[in-house]
């Protein structure tokens, strides 16, 4: 990463201090993310506890056939589908994909057209829409994992599963689009560290709502 700044920067931005700073919005744009993602998980833990039970199973089963591995991380479906609906119901925006208009402006082929300088984004509203989702306001942590518990080969149907980080028009926390690309387990980093999170966290305490009477 700092590699890509120094060879993207201008001569002029080259200096320690400038790379400094480039460096740490880097950061904090990657892991604030993953740290907010965490909390919203293990807040609807303790608002849903009829969840603790099937998800630690599921947990203890994987590691103890599959070790603390990536592989084991394709394999917590039931996790997974409890991230993606934490995700679904808790973003942290309203708003996706927010883009600011360059150059000479863009015209739709519908004949509208943005000037430069407009700021254009999708909102978020299909992830409670009743159309896209039966009951969406109702959250449901296993509603992505449903088709496919005891499906042993339910790893050759990647096409078909939702991942956490799977982008899709009714699903809009990482955009969609041409530009974006929906990694499943477990290649991209911020799924990757978020599950070893959580699921640690659902292995070794017993959660519940007091654990967070002090951050409401």
Known sequence: MLQW???????????????????????????HTTGATLYECLFRLVMHPEHIPELRQEIEHTIAQKGWTKVAMAKLVKLDS???ET???SGTTLVSMGRKVVGKGFTFSNGLHLPAGS?????ETPHMDEREYENALVFDGFRFSRPFEGDEEMDNKGSKRKYFATASADYLRFGYGHGVVSFPPPIDVHEANVPYSVLGAFLRRTWSRSHFVLCL
């Open 5 to 31: 700044l120094i060879e993207g920067a201008p001569e002029s931005e080259q200096g320690t201090d400038a790379l400094v700073l480039r460096m740490t919005e880097v950061n904090m744009s990657g892991l």
């Open 87 to 89: 995700h679904r119901l």
């Open 82 to 84: 409890f991230m993606r």
């Open 119 to 123: 700021a254009v984004g999708i909102p």
